[in-house]
Nanobody, 125 residues
Framework: QVQLVESGGGLVQAGGSLRLSCAAS????????MGWFRQAPGKARELVAA????????YYGDSVKGRFTISRDFAKNTVYLQMNSLKPEDTAVYYC??????????????????WGQGTQVTVSS
């Protein structure tokens, strides 16, 4: 079972940047597709970004395309979300997610079995 620990959230002004990190406990890290969801108060949970188990493909939600970048470091079993040009509407709790990706063609995943505890990102105007 994968354990996910997020870090890097906080308060930033609009137009600023933050980088979220997610450390995974699983030694077979390369079996897992990884991603980031977010949920703002009163809104549905949203898949923000995802990355293929081999790191070669990525997915972004329309609201963050061109501003956010997801990446993964296999040596550190860590996935990152670099968030630039932040907007107040990016304010949410961000969750790192993981699931076994059974096939190279089965990407992006939209449902994940493993979730981190969440980290708050607040963007002030």
């Amino acid at each position: 079972q994968v354990q996910l620990v997020e870090s890097g959230g906080g308060l930033v002004q609009a137009g600023g940047s933050l980088r979220l990190s997610c450390a995974a406990s699983e030694r077979t890290f390369s079996r897992y597709a990884m991603g980031w969801f977010r949920q703002a108060p009163g809104k549905a949970r949203e898949l923000v970004a995802a990355i293929h188990r081999n790191g070669g493909s990525t997915y972004y939600g329309d609201s963050v395309k061109g501003r956010f970048t997801i990446s993964r470091d296999f040596a550190k079993n860590t996935v990152y979300l670099q968030m630039n040009s932040l907007k107040p509407e990016d304010t949410a709790v961000y969750y790192c997610v993981a699931d076994v990706q059974l096939s190279d063609y089965d990407f992006p995943l939209y449902e994940y079995d493993y979730w981190g505890q969440g980290t708050q990102v607040t963007v002030s105007s």
